[in-house]
């Protein structure tokens, strides 16, 4: 059994291999955190209510339940030395519940505050750190107030859930607000929201930054590319000038230091055209815009995570070779596949996933290389991601 810490969270000391990680979620994040947990020699658990889901295909065991399932929850917590989580909707209640039965490094502060908009926001306020102007509206009537404030093009998201652009609603002007307004009165509700104003930014762009509780190391910035509200391209490194580079770096490790961070958080910017960088979201795991450090890096983001949780000591990673990851969704899977003879540059990352679906995310390729916009350009004339042009 591994050695707890004094610490609050049930922080590790040492995590001793052959000890047990179990992991929340069994996408295409667990499956690639556990096979980083199995380089260094631990054992595996999932909870996922898919039999078979992409982690469990690479774990030694599966608890094939609901996330909400605390029965299956106590399961997984009691076969395990360590547990984490691959997504930031896991119920933290339920978390709590078991952490007299397991050590749950990253605590679930840090996933209170980033399932919650408002509050992500408040944090990252509150530590010194440039956001969108936003407001926390609850009722039509504060929405009115807060457009009146932020003005036009503005953004409307729900404080909790939402992905990849669900959950968001952009307002160009009073039209779009009569909408809103039409559609609460027809669905007698309008959820809890906040309002963000329009950040004129010249590009998207993250960087993660890993911890151990006490230590913290930074990635490089990259550059990131969304089509369809879905990440579609990361460029490795960010062309930036070394004044929006280091503040990048900075934000994260206050960032980081404010959660005490355990693992693995992704920090989505925008670079604006002044300059300056501007913290959009939180993520409390390791992040698709993250998948490049797999071979581009000295350590991957999954690997750096693993250590955080497991109390081991974090090497800063050092980008080994530039790169640029592109994500392969469901319509783009039979014409890639279709390439690899011809593509030796290509590391294809296959996620296993039994059901093909159009824009849901079935692996990705990423090319080392000496010139990004080369390789861009070689990819794109491939044709295979055309449907997002």
């Not at 947990?37 to 992409?54: K, S, Y």
């Not at 329009?198 to 762009?205: G, K, L, S």
Request: glycine share 8%; hydrophobic share 40%.
């Amino acid at each position: 059994m591994p050695s707890l810490s004094e610490e609050t969270n049930g922080r590790i000391k040492y995590l001793e291999p052959g000890s047990t990680i179990g992991i929340v979620g069994g996408g295409q994040l667990g499956r690639m955190m556990a096979l980083s947990a199995r380089q260094m020699g631990f054992r595996i658990g999932v909870l996922d209510p898919t039999p078979n889901c992409p982690t469990a295909q690479v774990a030694d065991f599966q608890v094939t339940a609901a996330y909400d399932d605390v029965a299956a929850i106590h399961e997984l917590a009691e076969r395990s030395d360590v547990l984490t989580y691959e997504f930031e909707n896991v119920d933290a209640d339920a978390l709590d519940d078991v952490r007299h039965l397991v050590a749950i490094p990253q605590g679930t502060d840090l996933l209170r505050v980033t399932q919650d908009r408002v509050h992500e926001k408040t944090f990252i306020n509150e530590h010194g750190t440039a956001t969108a102007p936003w407001r926390q509206v609850d009722s039509i009537e504060q929405l009115g107030s807060a457009l009146d404030e932020i003005g036009y093009p503005s953004v409307l998201k729900t404080r909790t859930g939402g992905y990849d652009g669900h959950g968001q609603t952009v307002l160009h002007g009073p039209d779009d607000f009569a909408a809103v307004r039409e559609r609460a009165q027809r669905e007698g509700m309008f959820p809890p929201s906040i309002l963000e104003g329009f950040v004129d930014f010249a590009f998207e762009a993250s960087i993660l930054v890993a911890g151990n509780g006490h230590d913290y190391v930074t990635f490089p910035m990259v550059r990131n590319e969304h089509r369809n509200n879905i990440l579609h391209m990361t460029i490795a490194p960010a062309a930036v000038s070394p004044e929006v580079e280091r503040e990048a770096h900075e934000l994260a490790v206050r960032l980081a230091k404010g959660f005490e961070l355990s693992g693995i958080l992704a920090i989505e910017l925008f670079v604006t055209r002044d300059d300056h960088v501007i913290v959009n979201e939180l993520a409390p795991r390791p992040h698709n815009s993250g998948h490049y450090t797999i071979e581009a890096c000295s350590e991957s983001q999954f690997n750096e995570h693993i250590r955080g949780i497991a109390g081991w000591p974090l090497p800063k990673p050092r980008l080994l070779s530039p790169a640029v990851m592109v994500n392969v969704l469901g319509q783009h899977v039979a014409p890639t596949r279709a390439l690899i003879p011809e593509h030796p540059e290509w590391h294809l990352h296959d996620y296993g996933k039994a059901e093909v679906r159009h824009d849901r995310k079935m692996g990705h390729i990423t090319v080392l290389c000496d010139d990004t916009q080369a390789a861009v350009e070689a990819l794109e004339a491939t044709g295979c991601w055309d449907d997002l042009r």
